[in-house]
């Protein structure tokens, strides 16, 4: 008998058989359809012994000290700042946009005024700004929307920016210095020895039990849980009852080359060229030594796994109508990027999880008599 059935052991369904089983001493059965664990964020040495990422880049990146420290007790870091050039009109240039992008894309000498001045004066009014069109025109202006993001997000997600949320591309900020750091964030490291280490660390507990390669509708039937955290597709787990909610999906073609490096950048992004979105070289992300070199080229698909919610109005309508059943079925948790339907990072899925474990002992404790600890610890 457990007490709790998790559905998945990526970042959502790890941190929380790590608390429950560890913090709370509940016993987790804890599955994945997939032959591992770690979720996307599943590295492995390749044929030829270089570190690969399976399901594409994954880097670590947050501004939440809370997370930065859970996440340590399993894990030494090394220190990695991203960076990421575009291919445009021949020439690799910074993204984010920042100073040197502009200076070098149109040949200018600009210093930060006279950067905030150009982009005053080629920045387009939007009143609302409610689409991933109007976040970028509405700052950098069209020319470089069209150079940078518009052809890039139409290859990423089959849609023209105008018809995604502005969430989408305004992740990626826009600055005036030189700074060509892809995020902003306070604390942005790699796990030393990756992050499937990271998670069989975190999971490394006798009252957590593993089993990989298994779909939990095999068995749900045959095994004794008393609640279950769910963090598949939700529209999957309610059998499309409202509809398919699309998930964007990718096909990742991995190389390795006889040669120590490939490219100049950990990541190349080709918003106008061929039918790969980006290229990304693993050593740089790693920090690894090896003789030769491994990439990933990323085809977005529209069938597939899925990777990607689509941040747009009528799939955040019927993804409310999935949620409002989750909310009235008790024993039935949903938590992670999938199951939420909202384009998480991985410290942001960290987050939710250890609020949604906060909030599951919370309650039991509240339910236990005066002076009971928390969840498990009767
Ligand atoms: P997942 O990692 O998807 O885990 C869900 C698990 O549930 C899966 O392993 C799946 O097999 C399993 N599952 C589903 N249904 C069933 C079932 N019926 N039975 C059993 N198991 C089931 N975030 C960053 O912070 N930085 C990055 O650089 C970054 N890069 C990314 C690059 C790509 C290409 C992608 C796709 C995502 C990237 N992310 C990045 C986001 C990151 O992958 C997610 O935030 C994180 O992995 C989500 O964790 P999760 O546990 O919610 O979901
Ligand atoms: N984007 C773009 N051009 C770029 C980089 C990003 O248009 O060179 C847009 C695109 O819509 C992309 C989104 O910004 O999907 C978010 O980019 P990010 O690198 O965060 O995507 P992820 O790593 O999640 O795939």
Do not use: C
């Amino acid at each position: 008998m457990y007490d709790y059935l998790i559905v998945g052991a990526g970042y959502a369904g790890s941190v929380l058989a790590e608390r429950l089983g560890r913090d709370a001493g509940k016993k987790v059965l804890i599955v994945d359809r997939r032959p591992h664990i770690a979720g996307n964020a599943y590295d492995h040495p390749d044929a030829a012994g270089v570190l690969v990422h399976r399901y594409g880049p994954h880097i670590f990146h947050t501004n939440s000290k809370e997370i930065f420290d859970y996440l340590s007790q399993f894990t030494e870091w090394r220190k990695f700042e991203h960076r990421v050039r575009a291919f445009v009109e021949g020439k690799l240039l910074p993204i984010p946009i920042n100073l040197d992008t502009v200076n070098t894309l149109y040949g200018l000498d600009l210093d930060s005024e006279g950067l905030e001045r150009f982009f005053a004066g080629v920045a387009e009014k939007v009143g609302d700004i409610r689409t991933s069109e109007d976040v970028v025109v509405s700052t950098v202006g069209r020319d470089l929307y069209e150079k940078f993001f518009r052809g890039y997000t139409r290859k990423q997600w089959g849609l023209d920016p105008s018809e995604l949320s502005s969430q989408v591309t305004a992740r990626i900020p826009v600055r005036t210095n030189r700074d060509d750091r892809y995020f902003s964030d306070a604390y942005q490291y790699m796990p030393l020895h990756g992050f499937t280490r990271m998670f069989e660390n975190m999971l490394d507990h006798e009252n957590i039990t593993i089993r990989v390669s298994t779909d939990y509708r095999d068995i749900k039937e045959s095994v004794r849980y008393r609640e279950m955290i769910y963090t598949g597709p939700i529209d999957e787990f309610f059998d499309y009852r409202y509809g398919k909610l699309p998930y964007r999906s990718l096909e990742f073609r991995h190389e390795t080359h006889d040669k120590p490096v490939f490219q100049s950048a950990p990541v190349i992004n080709y918003p106008n060229d061929f039918d790969h979105t980006r290229v990304t070289e693993f050593k740089y992300l790693t920090g690894q030594e090896h003789e030769k070199t491994s990439i990933v080229y990323e085809y977005p698909r529209a069938e597939g796994d899925p990777y990607y919610p689509i941040p747009r109005p009528q799939n955040a309508e019927i993804n409310a109508k999935y949620q409002a059943l989750v909310n009235e079925t008790p024993g039935l948790h949903f938590v992670g990027r999938l199951a939420s339907y909202k384009y998480y990072n991985m410290d942001q899925v960290v987050g939710q999880a250890l609020t949604l474990y906060r909030k599951i002992s919370g309650i039991n404790a509240l339910a236990k008599p005066e002076g009971a600890g928390a969840l498990g610890r009767e």
